[in-house]
């Protein structure tokens, strides 16, 4: 049964593995031309298991100790999760105690994969969903891993591959604004962090442009309530 | 580095802890025969965008208008990422064009 899930679950991820291949190894060579060795991505692949947050950590590591900002940052970045697991109550509901690894490892991709995969007739359906959590973290840990120890073989001039997060976030950010048919949130997002980090500075201007972020959203709730997708 | 070990395992267990906060309440909290509240609701889908435009402006944070380059490496690279996946809507393809757009400028040009 579960070999069956398995081969039923592994061409779905596909195109995860190409992706996390890439992103996963830039995320690995970048905290390793940080300056941090190799088992750090290893063990935030493995225990934070998302992307953006990962990238955003380098910088949090990098920077004096801040528990609070990082946690309150960190379940911003993460927020949407809670809208996947609100998508997967139903599914997720009668898989046994493996849910509870299901849930863990509940990354975009993954989410996005389980939600809408076509599960073949006679494949068990919680093993399907397993298998997929388990591949995809696989192949994110396996290549943030390998970018942490090839980062050190690197002799050319890496100055500058830290550019890898912002690109990525602009591209996010656009996926995001194309899907969208208003953009007042995503234009209170930059115009609120704009605005507070002229304000306060690049090292405390954080806090204050969440809390603005939120109060905004929170006034502005009728507006920008019709402009999200269908998501 | 400016953290003791101590205070980057605790960072990293934050991250990880705020993670799966995120992951896990849905499911201790909702139930599937309850409606979601309507202000939950509203926030999953207004975040993205907004947290997404922040996390923008947190990677140019570092960035000075007024000296050195006056950011011009950052913007030009924007550009050509945002230029790349209008064009071709490649995800990998925008994000290593653009990086390796502002390895040769920073390298290079500036």
């Given at each position: ?225 019709k402009a999200g997708d269908a998501a | 580095m400016t953290m003791t070990l101590a205070q980057r395992l605790v960072t990293i267990a934050l991250c ?95």
């Amino acid at each position: 049964m579960k070999r069956k899930a398995l081969r039923a679950a592994f061409p779905h991820t596909i195109p995860i593995l190409t992706g996390f291949g890439f992103l996963g190894f830039a995320y690995g060579v970048y905290m390793r031309v940080s300056g941090f060795s190799f088992w750090y991505p290893m063990l935030m692949s493995m225990t934070v298991f998302g992307g953006s947050l990962e990238f955003v950590a380098v910088s949090m590591l990098l920077a004096p100790f801040a528990p609070v900002q990082t946690f309150v940052m960190a379940l911003l970045i993460q927020a949407r999760h809670i809208f996947y697991g609100i998508a997967m109550l139903d599914k997720y509901r009668d898989v046994g105690p493996k849910r509870l690894y299901m849930i863990f490892g509940l990354c975009d991709e993954t989410f996005s994969i389980n939600c809408t995969a076509r599960i073949p007739e006679g494949v068990d359906r919680g093993w399907f969903m397993f298998f997929v959590t388990l591949l995809d973290h696989a192949y994110w840990v396996a290549s943030a891993t390998l970018g942490g120890l090839a980062g050190a073989l690197f002799t050319f001039d890496t100055a500058g591959l830290d550019f890898v997060m912002t690109s990525m976030f602009v591209v996010i950010f656009l996926e995001q604004w194309l899907k969208e048919r208003r953009h007042a949130s995503a234009l209170i997002g930059l115009g609120a962090s704009a605005a507070c980090l002229a304000l306060f500075g690049p090292d405390r201007f954080l806090v204050p442009a969440m809390l603005v972020i939120l109060a905004l959203l929170t006034a502005f709730r009728g507006p920008v309530g019709k402009a999200g997708d269908a998501a | 580095m400016t953290m003791t070990l101590a205070q980057r395992l605790v960072t990293i267990a934050l991250c990880a802890a705020a993670t799966v906060l995120t992951r896990f309440l849905p499911f201790l909290v909702f139930s599937s025969k309850k409606p979601t509240p309507r202000f939950v609701q509203y926030l999953g889908r207004a975040l993205p965008g907004a947290v997404f435009g922040m996390l923008v402006v947190y990677c140019l944070r570092g960035v000075d208008v007024l000296a050195g380059s006056h950011g011009l490496p950052e913007l030009i690279a924007i550009a050509v990422t945002a230029g790349l996946h209008l064009w071709k809507r490649q995800m990998l393809l925008s994000i290593a064009g653009g990086t390796v757009c502002y390895m040769l400028l920073v390298q290079l040009v500036f």
